[in-house]
């Protein structure tokens, strides 16, 4: 077989192998970053808080949505800005000042109270721009594979909507810049009350 004469069952094969790869070393990645907070009691994924912003009380994040169901919901039309929509779905729990300053929702919390905001470090933010990428490119094989299975997510699908499952794998489709990514982290935070006026 010649190089550039690849047919589309290989190139398919590739593709799915190379993003097998991405995943497993985001995984690797944030095992790595596991371990470092492990390793140290005032890191928080390689972040420092100050000490009025560390809290003795064992707190959790809030689980991170169940992008299978949303992508079926009308909260989702797979319309032109399918990129900016995942985006905007991942993030629902984040924010983000122009100071590089990132913040994560705790589990149960009011998004109005300042203690319900627990400070995480720009690896993490790095890190959820990675998942992000790799919902984005996963929305279309769920939607296809839900499609194939003619499964009851598929079935309970508005017609219109099905009709639109190619804008999952458009051009526009790409996902946004890790910059346009934490301008809608920057966006949500200025949308909320100012942490030290809470």
């Known amino acids: 077989m010649q190089f550039g004469k690849i047919d589309d069952d290989t190139l ?4 799915k192998c190379a993003a097998q790869f991405s995943t497993a070393f985001r995984s690797f990645s944030k095992l ?6 492990k390793g140290s009691e005032s890191s928080d994924y390689g972040a420092t808080m100050s000490e009025s912003e560390e809290s003795d ?3 959790e994040d809030v689980p991170e949505p169940d992008f299978k169901s949303w992508l ?7 319309g032109p800005a399918h990129a900016t929509d995942v985006a905007q779905f991942l993030i629902g729990n984040y924010r983000g000042d122009r100071n590089k300053n990132f913040w994560k929702m705790r589990s149960g919390a009011d998004p109005k109270n300042r203690q319900s905001w ?4 720009m690896t993490s933010v790095v890190m959820l721009y990675s998942t992000y990428t790799d919902l984005l490119r996963q929305s279309k094989e769920i939607a296809n594979s839900e499609k194939t299975a003619d499964s009851e997510l598929w079935q309970n699908l508005h017609t219109s909507k099905k009709t639109r ?5 458009c051009v526009r489709n790409r996902p ?3 910059k346009e990514f934490v301008n809608i982290m920057r966006d949500r935070h200025d949308g909320l009350p100012a942490l030290r006026k809470l």
Do not use: A, H, N, Q
């Open 165 to 169: 499952i190619f804008r999952l794998d």
């Open 72 to 78: 079926f919901t009308r909260s989702c039309p797979w």
């Open 176 to 178: 946004i810049s890790y």
């Open 57 to 59: 009380e064992p707190s």
């Open 32 to 37: 790595i970053v596991s371990l470092r907070k």
């Open 12 to 15: 398919g094969k590739i593709e």
């Open 118 to 121: 627990k400070k995480i470090s």
